[in-house]
């Protein structure tokens, strides 16, 4: 008889990660532009393609019909020389007409950093705004481009054209996460346009247009400035504590959760148990959890929060349906052999199905509701005051879902931008290398719904929308965070009044 037996959950690579984690390639920069032949580009499509069979519903905006129609396009170009970036923008366009982040081709970050040790960086960042206009927020070069100043053009093109040139490769759910891809991976985008970065040609306007030619800087001195740059988000991710608490007004406290994906479960339920407790010390009567800026992680983490903020009953997510397919199969098998002796693969973080996974018909699907149901539970510390959560584009994936279930469950206001993880998404993608190109492709294998899910389409809206304008993100100042603090002082003021009134 098959033994069941609940171990803890190590398959990190099959949890709903940030689509664009891939797995380490190594590469060169001569690599990058080394032609493959005609039978390693067939191979590597044909396993990208077999990949997308692990896909819940890879037909779902496009026809299977078109879609195949696209890969025998793309087939037919293989008897002409092909660099593996020539093939990533074929793999990338391809991907990408699911319409799924979770499912992507990225150029590979490793290829970027070998580029900018043979040329230099980049010196530039920038914003792409939610109507599409491109400004530099930072130079990290000696080139005097104030920082606010707007791109018109790149090398010659127009910014639009420079996105409708780029757009075919990226995969997204909304255009608004789509942008704040590009202002991530910006450098990487001007190879997939133009195949280089240095050198760049760029048109802009402050008081009258001006161009200029941005020249690459040397590759320890754009790394040095970079890290001199860094947001206490990105160094937070870089430690084993994605997460962190701080009083910022008198009464007003600050949780920021930078990642769902807590590489230690146990430290993270430490802090929320000395949190909690240093909130009571400090008597705050307005918390503030801040997701923004997070892409994601596993759903059931946000159940351990929640808990101290509420005493009802809810959920994490509405449903999961996880697809039964080979491919997914067989990469379950290759990170670990040992999985069919298991009925189930759980512990704090994530939950699988193995009986269902590993036994059940291939196109079948394992639904799962129970799991993400939360019971009231009381905890010593728990929260009684007034809460509120702030968003923004780059809430995603799990951060989604949390800010989802915030608002189903009518646990605070949300204060900031819609969310740029969608409330009906697909997740848990499994990655897989393209031995020939040494490409990845992420691939997603389950449809997730959360709660209180509407359209396809559809972010979570906030109660109140607050941008900051660019002179606002150049400034170094938090300006959402100060307005949250001044409305949450004002609205206090105001049910003072009204308390003061009824009396």
């Known amino acids: 008889m098959q033994r069941k037996t609940t171990i803890p959950l190590t398959l990190k690579r099959t949890t709903p990660l940030l689509f664009f984690l891939f797995i380490t390639i190594q590469s060169s920069f001569a690599q990058l532009f080394k032609e493959l032949s005609q039978h390693d580009l067939e191979i590597d499509f044909e396993v990208l393609l077999k990949s997308v069979e692990a896909h819940p519903d890879p037909y779902t905006h496009i026809s299977e019909e078109e879609f195949l129609k696209k890969a025998e396009e793309i087939k037919a170009t293989f008897d002409q020389p092909h660099t593996k970036l020539d093939f990533y923008r074929e793999a990338a366009s391809m991907i990408a007409l699911i319409k799924d982040g979770h499912s992507s081709v990225r150029l590979p970050e490793m290829w970027v950093n070998t580029a900018r040790k043979e040329v230099g960086g980049f010196p530039l960042k920038v914003h792409l705004t939610n109507d599409n206009q491109l400004y530099i927020i930072k130079n990290y070069g000696t080139l005097e481009i104030p920082e606010g100043a707007k791109i018109l053009a790149i090398n010659g093109i127009s910014v639009d054209s420079f996105l409708n040139r780029i757009d075919p490769y990226i995969s997204y759910e909304?255009?608004?996460?789509?942008?704040?891809?590009?202002?991530?991976?910006?450098?990487?985008?001007?190879?997939?346009?133009?195949?280089?970065?240095?050198?760049?040609?760029?048109?802009?306007?402050?008081?009258?247009?001006?161009?200029?030619?941005?020249?690459?800087?040397?590759?320890?001195?754009?790394?040095?400035?970079?890290?001199?740059?860094?947001?206490?988000?990105?160094?937070?991710?870089?430690?084993?504590?994605?997460?962190?608490?701080?009083?910022?007004?008198?009464?007003?406290?600050?949780?920021?959760?930078?990642?769902?994906?807590?590489?230690?479960?146990?430290?993270?339920?430490?802090?929320?148990?000395?949190?909690?407790?240093?909130?009571?010390?400090?008597?705050?009567?307005?918390?503030?959890?801040?997701?923004?800026?997070?892409?994601?992680?596993?759903?059931?983490?946000?159940?351990?929060?929640?808990?101290?903020?509420?005493?009802?009953?809810?959920?994490?997510?509405?449903?999961?349906?996880?697809?039964?397919?080979?491919?997914?199969?067989?990469?379950?098998?290759?990170?670990?052999?040992?999985?069919?002796?298991?009925?189930?693969?759980?512990?704090?973080?994530?939950?699988?199905?193995?009986?269902?996974?590993?036994?059940?018909?291939?196109?079948?699907?394992?639904?799962?509701?129970?799991?993400?149901?939360?019971?009231?539970?009381?905890?010593?510390?728990?929260?009684?005051?007034?809460?509120?959560?702030?968003t923004n584009r780059d809430s995603y994936s799990a951060a989604s879902c949390f800010a989802s279930t915030f608002q189903c469950y009518q646990m605070g206001l949300i204060i900031g931008e819609e969310t740029g993880g969608t409330k009906i998404f697909r997740a848990n993608p499994i990655y897989i290398e393209l031995n020939r190109s040494g490409l990845a492709v992420g691939m997603s294998t389950s449809k997730d719904y959360t709660t209180c899910y509407g359209d396809e389409f559809e972010g979570v809206q906030p109660h109140v929308k607050y941008t900051p304008t660019i002179l606002q993100l150049i400034s170094g100042r938090d300006t959402q965070l100060d307005y949250a603090v001044y409305l949450i002082r004002k609205l206090k003021r105001e049910a003072e009044k009204e308390a003061i009134k009824s009396h």
């Open 174 to 390: 909304l255009t608004p996460f789509r942008n704040t891809l590009i202002d991530n991976s910006f450098e990487s985008f001007l190879y997939a346009a133009f195949d280089h970065s240095a050198e760049t040609e760029i048109e802009y306007f402050v008081e009258q247009p001006e161009k200029v030619i941005v020249e690459n800087i040397d590759y320890r001195e754009w790394k040095k400035a970079v890290k001199e740059n860094k947001k206490d988000r990105e160094v937070k991710l870089s430690t084993s504590e994605p997460y962190n608490y701080e009083k910022i007004a008198e009464g007003i406290g600050l949780i920021s959760i930078f990642a769902f994906r807590v590489p230690d479960y146990n430290s993270y339920q430490v802090f929320l148990a000395q949190t909690f407790s240093k909130i009571r010390r400090d008597e705050i009567h307005s918390l503030i959890i801040d997701i923004r800026g997070n892409y994601g992680g596993w759903p059931k983490v946000s159940s351990g929060l929640f808990h101290y903020i509420t005493e009802n009953h809810f959920k994490t997510m509405a449903l999961t349906s996880q697809k039964i397919s080979d491919t997914y199969r067989n990469k379950l098998l290759e990170l670990d052999p040992a999985l069919p002796n298991y009925y189930f693969l759980s512990g704090g973080r994530h939950y699988l199905d193995m009986n269902a996974l590993l036994r059940n018909p291939i196109g079948s699907f394992a639904d799962e509701t129970l799991v993400y149901n939360e019971p009231p539970q009381t905890e010593i510390e728990e929260f009684k005051g007034q809460t509120y959560l702030l």
